[in-house]
C-alpha cells in the first residue's frame, strides 16, 4: 500500500516548456487534488477532481490544466512554464469531497520544480 | 471566507520542554480542524484532527491540540519534545458542508539537543 506516489521528484524546465506531473493513489479515494507549496503562504489548491470524471478550479488554476485519467490517477500539465510557477507541487486524495464527515487529505511527497 | 493564521514563523524549545505551536482560525460555519507535520523533502503528514466533541484531541507521536471555540483556536502541543519533533507545522481548517481545505502559512519547529 504506497499511499499517494508522484512523479518525478524534480524537474527543471525552461520558460515555455511543457511537462506534466503524474499523481496515482492505491487507497480507493474518490476525491483527488493538486496544491502548490510557496514559502511563507502554506499550501494553495490549483484544482480538485471530486470524482472520476470531474475537475474542477481551485484558488491558482490559471497555468494548469488536469486531467483524471481513472480512479487512481490525477495529472498536472503545465503547458507553457513560468518562472512563478517555481514551487513544490503535492498531490493529495480523500475518501470523498467534503460535506458528511471528516474526510482527511493525505499527500504525496511531492514534486520540486524549477523554471528558468 | 475561512482562514488560518499561524502567528509564529518559528519555534524553539530544548528538546524535553513543552512544545506548544499557536493556530487560529475563522469560518462562518463550524470547523474540521486538522493538524499536519512536513519533514524536510517529505509530503505532508496527517497528525490529529477534530470533529466534534471532546475539546481535547489526541494524535500520533504523543501530539494533542485543544479546540477553543470562543477564542476560535486549535493549538497544537506536546508535553515534552524531541530533536525528531523538528519539522514544518501545518495548521488547516474546513468548513462542515464546504470541500476547501485552508491552510496556515506552517511553522517551523526546531528542538535543540
Known amino acids: 500500500n504506497a499511499g499517494v506516489t508522484q512523479t518525478p521528484k524534480f524537474q527543471v524546465l525552461k520558460t515555455g516548456q511543457s511537462m506534466t506531473l503524474q499523481c496515482a493513489q492505491d487507497?480507493?479515494?474518490?476525491?483527488m487534488y493538486w496544491y502548490r507549496q510557496d514559502p511563507g503562504m502554506g499550501l494553495r489548491l490549483i484544482y480538485y477532481?471530486?470524482?472520476?470524471?470531474?475537475?474542477d478550479k481551485g484558488e491558482v488554476p490559471n497555468g494548469y490544466n488536469v486531467s483524471r485519467l481513472n480512479k487512481r490517477e490525477f495529472s498536472l500539465r503545465l503547458e507553457s512554464a513560468a518562472p512563478s510557477q517555481t514551487s513544490v507541487y503535492f498531490c493529495a486524495s480523500s475518501r470523498a469531497l467534503g460535506g458528511q464527515g471528516d474526510n482527511e487529505q493525505f499527500f504525496g511527497p511531492g514534486t520540486r520544480l524549477t523554471v528558468l | 471566507a475561512q482562514s488560518v493564521a499561524q502567528p509564529e514563523d518559528q519555534v524553539n524549545v530544548a528538546e524535553g520542554n513543552p512544545l506548544t505551536v499557536k493556530c487560529t482560525y475563522s469560518v462562518s460555519g463550524n470547523p474540521y480542524l486538522f493538524w499536519y507535520v512536513q519533514y524536510p523533502n517529505r509530503g505532508l503528514q496527517f497528525l490529529l484532527k477534530?470533529?466534534?466533541?471532546?475539546?481535547l484531541v489526541k494524535g500520533s507521536y504523543g501530539f494533542e491540540a485543544e479546540f477553543n471555540k470562543s477564542q476560535t483556536s486549535f493549538h497544537l502541543k506536546k508535553p515534552s519534545a524531541l530533536v525528531s519533533d523538528s519539522a514544518l507545522y501545518f495548521c488547516a481548517v474546513r468548513d462542515r458542508g464546504d470541500y476547501k481545505l485552508s491552510f496556515g502559512a506552517g511553522t517551523t519547529v526546531t528542538v535543540r539537543a
Open positions: 477532481s471530486a470524482s472520476e470524471g470531474t475537475t
Open positions: 487507497m480507493n479515494h474518490n476525491s
Open positions: 477534530y470533529i466534534t466533541g471532546d475539546n
